[in-house]
Nanobody, 116 residues
């Protein structure tokens, strides 16, 4: 399985951006998906996750501003980011969560820069 993230870019504070992650292969719908981010000099952190059934969870820092969704027909997971803040600047990574004992798959990351 390969994960290809895209959609990052430069946006002003208060603006919106949607990042996408497309998975190869036919197993996408069976797996939970997550978005992580890593800001310069900081550890990678979980931003949002979505189960195979569509249940979502968010980090407190993005609740009410970010929305994770998935389109199983397109093998794609999205992260809609609204009311962006400068502290949202990071490289955003998607992850396919696999069963315990198996390695998760990671995308290559897409960079989001929020200017003040």
């Amino acid at each position: 399985v390969q994960l290809q993230a895209s959609g990052g870019g430069l946006v002003q504070a208060g603006g919106s951006l949607r990042v996408s992650c497309v998975a190869s292969g036919s197993a996408f719908s069976r797996h939970p998906m997550s978005w992580y981010r890593q800001a310069p000099g900081k550890q990678r952190e979980l931003v949002a996750s979505i189960s195979s059934g569509g249940r979502t969870n968010y980090a407190d820092s993005v609740k009410g501003r970010f929305t994770i969704s998935r389109d199983n027909a397109k093998n794609t997971v999205y992260l809609q980011m609204n009311s962006l803040k400068t502290e949202d600047t990071a490289v955003y990574y998607c992850k396919m969560v696999r069963p315990a004992g198996s390695l998760d798959y990671w995308g290559q990351g897409t960079e989001v820069t929020v200017s003040s």
